[in-house]
């Protein structure tokens, strides 16, 4: 039996892995545009690799994917995080937790999770065909023939496509597979960049790059359900950090740009309501009558967010406590807990991956095998699935591929 599994990525990668480690006698067709496997995988989590996430509970783990969470309750149960933890060091590479929850190799070097797959490989049944890039598909009775856009068609019995999405272009992910697969038959949803950072309107921000705040909340004006908390950042051309890359994975299909903005607040103060703020403001004011109040506020966060919110509630750097009324004071804390800004766009190269893909209710979520053309099965990104940052997304490309290749080897 003949498999091509087109991919070259974490699911395909995977998903060889398993075909060649349950059946050895099957020969295997790993069909990759690069020069090398793995290329997204090596860049995650700043090219220390986040294999995956530190969370137990696989209901919670679900709960971190606003896309494709039902389709992934059997495979993930079946190759959970921890799974995949302890499959990756029974395979010679030590992981490790981080306080945060995400898992790197202990050598915080993501060559070393590509090199299991190229260990493995070096003893299976398989031929890695590298620049073959993946041109069309087609069925011919029973079989599939597999089209390049310079080297001869292969024919196979099985196709696993795991071409990845439209996310990272430089890494070869450019979701080349999306017409194919509609012409076999299937629906690809609306697609649209998730994971990435805002660029804001306020010129403001800017000047604050390299701030950071361990939590914060981020919410869209006026949509509960659009809110997230986490690690946030300024940068030099907005805002960025876990908690912009999960609200912008939530907010992947809204329309933003200069001429319609999406308001959105920040409340860099978390664990204080803003009464508790107020409380603070007075009794620091009482104690500090002639301190100017730009120094009192300054006992809140850094001086440089400080000034910005001063000069944005047009209170004089030399203002001192005492000039201060009660109803200012009021002001200041609610400008700190809903601190206001307008997203006019995406940070440039900062997706992460695709919201959108292959419709899920098309593929049987056990084998991943299509349910509208026998022979073909999917994995990873090219599916309707995305998750937040945090190991999430490829913790859904491992356990899909290892679906997918458990399926085929059945």
């Not at 029974?90 to 260990?119: T, W, Y």
């Not at 080349?176 to 990435?196: F, K, Q, R, W």
Request: proline content about 3%; hydrophobic content about 40%; glycine content about 10%.
């Amino acid at each position: 039996m003949k498999i091509a599994v087109i991919g070259g990525g974490a699911a395909g990668m995977m998903c060889a892995a398993t075909i060649l480690e349950e059946h050895s006698d099957m020969e295997v067709f790993l069909i990759e545009k690069n020069s090398s496997l793995g290329r997204k995988v090596i860049i995650s989590g700043g090219g220390r690799c986040n294999v995956t996430t530190g969370i137990d509970d696989v209901k919670l783990v679900l709960s971190k994917y606003p896309r494709g969470n039902k389709f992934l309750q059997s495979a993930m149960h079946r190759f959970s995080p921890s799974n995949v933890y302890d499959w990756f060091e029974q395979h010679g590479v030590p992981l490790k937790c981080e306080k945060d929850l995400r898992v790197f190799p202990v050598s915080n070097n993501g060559h070393d999770i590509v090199a299991v797959f190229e260990r493995i490989f070096q003893q299976g049944n398989i031929q890695i065909l590298f620049k073959h890039t993946f041109k069309g598909l087609r069925k011919e009775k029973k079989q599939f023939v597999v089209s390049f856009a310079e080297q001869e068609d292969i024919v196979v019995d099985t196709v696993v496509m795991t071409l990845g999405g439209q996310a990272y272009r430089h890494t070869g992910s450019t979701g080349d597979g999306y017409d194919v697969l509609e012409t076999l038959g299937h629906t690809i949803t609306a697609l649209a960049p998730s994971l990435n950072s805002f660029l804001t309107a306020e010129a403001w921000p800017k000047t604050l790059s390299g701030l950071s705040f361990e939590h914060a909340t981020i919410h869209v004006k006026g949509q509960k359900k659009y809110t997230c908390t986490g690690p946030f950042l300024f940068t030099h051309t907005g805002v960025s950090g876990p908690a912009v890359f999960a609200l912008s994975s939530l907010i992947a299909f809204e329309t933003y740009d200069r001429h319609t903005p999406l308001e959105i607040e920040i409340d860099v103060l978390v664990e204080m309501s803003m009464e508790d703020i107020f409380i603070q403001l007075q009794s620091l004011r009482e104690e500090h009558l002639q301190k100017t109040f730009k120094n009192t506020l300054h006992h809140f966060f850094p001086m440089s967010l400080t000034e910005k919110v001063c000069k944005n509630l047009n209170i004089s750097f030399d203002k001192k406590n005492v000039e201060m009324s009660k109803k200012e004071l009021r002001v200041v804390a609610e400008y700190i807990k809903h601190i206001p800004l307008s997203i006019i766009g995406r940070g440039a190269g900062d997706e992460f991956v695709t919201a959108g893909g292959v419709e899920t209710t098309e593929v049987d979520p056990k084998t991943m095998e299509s349910n509208v053309c026998d022979g073909l099965f999917f994995a990873g990104e090219i599916l309707n699935i995305d998750g937040f940052t945090g190991g999430f997304n490829l913790q859904a490309s491992w356990a899909t591929g290892r679906a997918a290749g458990l399926g085929v080897a059945s």
